[in-house]
């Protein structure tokens, strides 16, 4: 079995070939299609490759998919025998990498089908576009603020509440070259977001009933429901609840020395950002539910117990997030009698 290491940049790519722990040889390729399919090819018997997670890594996975075994795209946190090495070079890597194949010492990095992988890049433009649009707003408004224009309410985002700000500024200061173009700006990105939301819409579409049914928890909103979704992508490839509470940023670390807790739990640093933002954002939606539900029920008997916003946000999206996990292995509307033992206080 040919082991192979391949260390990708974006001009070069870098490989080994290890076989039976020793490396082979080593090459060097350019970091297209063709040439990347020719080299590998060209290496005779079965062969499994292995690349570190990083931008050109799903390139590199459905450029030799049916040309090799077996693509593994790994996590670079846990190589430490290529991140802690002294030698950091790029053959080295590749070799290093090689090796780790060989020993079975890599930790997978799951990568969607080609289609949820389209779904969650739209996703992620459109996220992308809302943080662009926001810091054009905070930017047009911190230029009234300092001019002593506090303007609280969104009226300075449409043309007339802008129109009547620049004319109190024109009048006070004189000039408003610099609030015209933020107001550009700020149309373009609007224009933007509109645009990528189409888009996402269009990915969607062969996902509408599994959405509907994200839609039906409480709290849970379009953009939550297909966030949720395209990050989670397989839901079977967690095994427990608190594998997903980990990936999404609400589990904590803790430390056992000799049968004796060392320090107190703290947060782990390695979790899905965005994730644990969307739940936050529907944890934060469903407290504020008029309809009565089990979840909007939990929350409010956490806030009359005295937990601080904080560990009321965290209870009801670790709840969110394992209800749509059950959602996905086993596709059905939210139902409280059929979740109830998911929505028990823990």
Known sequence: ??????????????????????????????????????RIGQIKGAKRVAVEEGNLSDWCKRTLEGIVKEVIICDPRWNRLISEGEDKVDPVDAYRLGLLLWLGQLRPVYHANLELQQLKEAVISYWQSSADLTRAKNRLKSQFARRGLA???????????????????????GQTQIVDSLFEQLSFFRQQQAERLRHLRQQQRSHLPILKQLRSIPGVGPIVA???FSFIGDPWRFPNKRKLWKYCGLAVKQALSAGRRKGYPRRSQQYNRKLKHVLGIAAQAALRCQDGNLLTETGRILVQQGSDASCVRRTLSRKIAVIGWSIMKDPQPYREEVHEKTNSIS
């Not at 609280?152 to 500024?169: I, M, P, T, V």
């Open 1 to 38: 079995m040919n082991c192979i290491g391949l260390d990708v940049h974006q001009t070069s790519t870098f490989g080994s070939v290890v076989r039976e722990g020793r490396e082979v040889f080593r090459f060097e390729v350019e970091t297209q299609t063709e040439s990347l399919q020719e």
């Open 151 to 173: 303007i609280k309410d969104g009226s300075l985002y449409r043309a007339e509440g802008f129109e009547r700000a620049r004319q109190q500024l024109e009048e006070s200061w």
């Open 226 to 228: 297909v966030t949720f």
